[in-house]
């Protein structure tokens, strides 16, 4: 895709013709930047592709520029997709703790956020922003407007696939969204346009609705590793079955652990391989590194063509500190905004924190003490450096300055697939303690670097899987629906400041799930307060 070139870049000016359904307007307001008319845009042929690279963009920037946000009732780099993706994943776990106080963001981590949370909110419209542009797309790209355009059959054909991709984008986002908040309001290209009120439909009704979608299109989308860089295949689709029926059991009620381990190995037979070394898929060069060898999905970054202090920019200078020694050479990033950081719950899974032993482990204790007893003071708890703005050589990233990232952020990989297919395993949905134990050991032998840290069968169960994902996924934005599977986020499961206090308390189970926005409730009749907890 030249969507463009080895980035994805985002510049679309067909805001006007997209019309986002939802019933709380007031919360999620577009401001026109153009007023060209349907029929002016789509007289380009190009419009097509580029009202696609929109939805894709939708995942890693803010809005049309620096100046037009998409979502408004919120700092406009907070309302970042992937920002708001770690703040409601990462944040309410053991993995990381902010040292910021903006608003309500503490919270999150602290487990006591309200419906009136403003990131929350933010991630809930977010959704549906993406939800939305999804469906304006496939409304736009009908077969009788494709015709009434004169089309020629050789771009229907392409727009056939951009369609596929689409399709993928807004399962991604209802999938978050049932991952999120459970019970949600459902809106497809088939409503109307304008502000009108949804239906809020349940969660096993998304669920099956996603995955129908999935089995729909995945036969149609490009063979794996075939398309352009930042674009779906069938292995994304596959990837996301996936992760639907691994869950399922917490989404529906009813365990689908043979149909996850189908989808793995749908994902595994695919061709991918893992990267040489660990690090280098959190570098600058990880479109071209080795580590686009492992990537399955990932959201696109560049320094100069698509920026915006979200997604990767946010998570490798919000976790860095200017005390730090040379943070420009050491982590490519030019201001160390001191505020990611992690609990000593989570430094305790790594038996050596110095990374010579397992290379996963990327800690700064420069200047750090591990404990927290002020969780408003960056450097208490370690520092996490997983992400540099480097190259593998050491060269910062396209952006000389060190401002704008150039790391694509792994949504998903295969080192995933292989922990995944272990969990199948030892849940019950099928394979071999052999292949299970195999797959953990090649990921062990890559951040070990030998066989020292390989497994054996007695030491493969459920707890000892949770520990792992932690180690080779954390800060990837997984761990707080791993945890809510494993039965270990709320009333099970202590670290730091969990519950709001320094040693950390469980808390109640309805905290599994988040609140739809009180906006929300309020706005719209057929929103009913799922979660009386709240």
């Not at 009732?73 to 106080?101: C, H, K």
């Not at 797309?137 to 009908?142: H, I, K, P, V």
């Amino acid at each position: 895709m030249e969507l463009l070139k080895n980035k994805l870049k985002y510049g679309l000016s067909l805001i006007t013709v997209i019309l986002i359904l939802f019933s709380c307007e007031d919360e999620l307001d577009l401001d026109p930047i153009t007023q060209r008319t349907e029929a002016e845009v789509f007289a380009n042929p190009d419009a097509y592709k580029q009202f696609l690279a929109k939805i894709y963009g939708g995942l890693a920037i803010n809005g049309q520029d620096g100046n037009n946000v998409d979502i408004q009732g919120i700092d406009g780099n907070f309302s970042n997709y992937l920002r708001l993706l770690f703040t409601v994943q990462e944040l309410p776990t053991e993995e990381a703790i902010m040292a910021w106080n903006d608003g309500t963001i503490h919270n999150i981590h602290n487990h006591v956020w309200t419906p009136v949370n403003e990131f929350l909110a933010g991630w809930y419209y977010r959704i549906y922003f993406q939800v939305g542009i999804v469906n304006q797309f496939l409304r736009e790209t009908t077969e009788d407007k494709l015709n009434r355009r004169g089309v020629s059959d050789a771009l229907k054909a392409d727009i056939a696939i951009f369609r596929d991709e689409a399709r993928f984008m807004r399962a991604l986002s209802y999938w978050h969204g049932i991952d999120s908040f459970g019970n949600i309001p459902f809106v497809t290209e088939k409503d109307p346009v304008g502000i009108f009120f949804p239906e809020q439909v349940s969660r096993s009704e998304i669920f099956n609705y996603v995955e129908s979608e999935l089995l729909a299109i995945e036969g149609s989308l490009m063979e794996p590793r075939q398309n352009e860089t930042g674009r779906v295949d069938k292995a994304g689709a596959w990837m996301l079955l996936a992760k639907l029926y691994l869950n399922a059991e917490v989404y529906t009620g009813t365990s689908k652990y043979t149909e996850a381990m189908t989808y793995v190995n749908k994902v595994i037979s695919a061709g991918y391989s893992l990267t040489p070394k660990y690090n280098y898929q959190f570098l600058a060069d990880n479109d071209v590194n080795g580590a686009q060898n492992e990537a399955i999905f990932s959201i696109i970054f560049d320094g100069i063509d698509n920026v915006s202090e979200g997604g990767t920019t946010y998570i490798s200078h919000a976790a860095s500190h200017n005390d730090w020694p040379d943070i420009m050479t050491n982590l490519g990033v030019d201001d160390g905004w001191a505020g990611l950081r992690s609990t000593s719950t989570f430094v305790a899974k790594f038996n050596d924190i110095t990374g010579a032993t397992d290379s996963r482990a990327m800690f700064e204790t420069f200047d750090q003490v591990l404990e927290i007893d002020d969780p408003f003071d960056f450097k208490q708890g370690y520092g996490v450096t997983k992400y540099r703005n480097l190259d593998i050589n050491g060269n910062i990233g396209s952006d000389p300055s060190g401002q704008f990232s150039d790391i694509d952020f792994p949504l998903f990989r295969l080192a995933d697939a292989y922990l995944m297919y272990a969990e199948i395993f030892l849940r019950g949905g099928g394979g071999d303690i052999a292949t299970a134990l195999s797959y953990i050991n090649d990921l062990r032998e890559r951040a070990y670097g030998n066989t020292s840290g390989n497994i054996s069968v007695v030491d493969l169960d459920l707890d000892f899987i949770l520990d792992e994902r932690s180690r080779e996924l954390y800060w990837e934005c997984h761990r707080r629906t791993d945890l809510i599977r494993f039965k270990e986020f709320s009333d099970n499961g202590v670290w730091p400041w969990k519950g709001g206090i320094a040693a950390g308390k469980t808390t109640d189970s309805f905290r599994d799930l988040y609140p739809i926005p009180n906006a929300d409730i309020l706005a719209n009749p057929n929103i009913k307060d799922q979660n009386p907890g709240y």
